[in-house]
């Protein structure tokens, strides 16, 4: 009988103990919320709201400071872009400015030593053209001359190019100077047409205007001079044979 009691007691102190955990553990889901159900995991932005917010406006800073040094960057870069840009220009500029300036300098003495008359007239062509072009080219190259060693090399190139055919014209006088004359500018002229296409590629702005402009002119001054190149081998050959015919007859 006294044994029966405790096992009675035993079974309504279990019972009781099942009911009131199933009764906290409903009261427990009544007061909870849908986003309470499920537990945030330490790493999530759930367990640390303020945290993530914090992040996140960390980040949007960074990214912003990072577009303003991007675009920084790119406007260095085509300022100094630009730049290169209108030195090199100055410098093509300033090396066509020394070839022109030859080609006036040689026409005022073609014009005034030439023997035939187209060879004079060709050379004032020369002279009048060409310091057409110096005016433009002036204008972009300014009035400092370039300093890099390149430019430079190829101004004493030029010089020296100059000064040996002055001193061959010097040496030359009649159907010599003029045949001397115009093989210059045969030779001349051929380089410059090949100059100029490369140029124009190469060049922008108000230079690569002047450049396109002088293409034309330059082919048709060389056209001109290989049309009276023709005419002075045809007089010399006529000269030869009226020697040879005068020399036979004695």
Not at 94 to 116: H, P, Q, S, T, Y
Request: hydrophobic share 30%.
């Amino acid at each position: 009988m006294h044994h029966r009691f405790r096992v009675s007691s035993l079974l309504v102190l279990a019972v009781g103990f099942w009911i009131g955990a199933n009764s906290v553990s409903a009261q427990q889901k009544e007061n909870s919320s849908p986003a309470d159900v499920k537990p945030a995991q330490a790493g999530s932005p759930a367990a640390h709201p303020t945290e993530s917010r914090d992040r996140n406006g960390s980040q949007g800073n960074v990214t912003n400071e990072n577009r303003s040094a991007f675009a920084t960057e790119e406007r260095s870069t085509n300022a100094t872009s630009d730049r290169r840009e209108d030195n090199f220009d100055r410098e093509v500029a300033a090396c066509l400015l020394d070839k022109n300036k030859a080609e006036v300098e040689l026409g005022k003495i073609a014009a005034e030593r030439a023997n035939d008359k187209d060879v004079k007239e060709f050379a004032e062509k020369m002279i009048k053209d060409h310091n057409q072009v110096v005016e433009k080219l002036e204008r972009i190259a300014g009035s400092n001359e370039p300093n890099d060693r390149r430019s430079k090399v190829e101004h004493r190139i030029g010089e020296r190019c100059l000064a040996n055919l002055k001193k061959e014209l010097h040496n030359k006088s009649g159907q010599d100077f003029d045949a001397c004359y115009m093989g210059s500018q045969i030779a001349g002229h051929m380089e410059m047409v090949a100059t100029l296409e490369v140029l124009s590629d190469e060049t922008s702005g108000e230079l690569r205007d002047v450049i396109k402009d002088a293409q034309p002119t330059v082919e048709k001054h060389l056209s001109n001079a290989k049309d009276i190149m023709k005419q002075l081998d045809k007089a010399s050959n006529r000269n030869q044979a009226s020697r040879n015919r005068s020399e036979t007859s004695r």
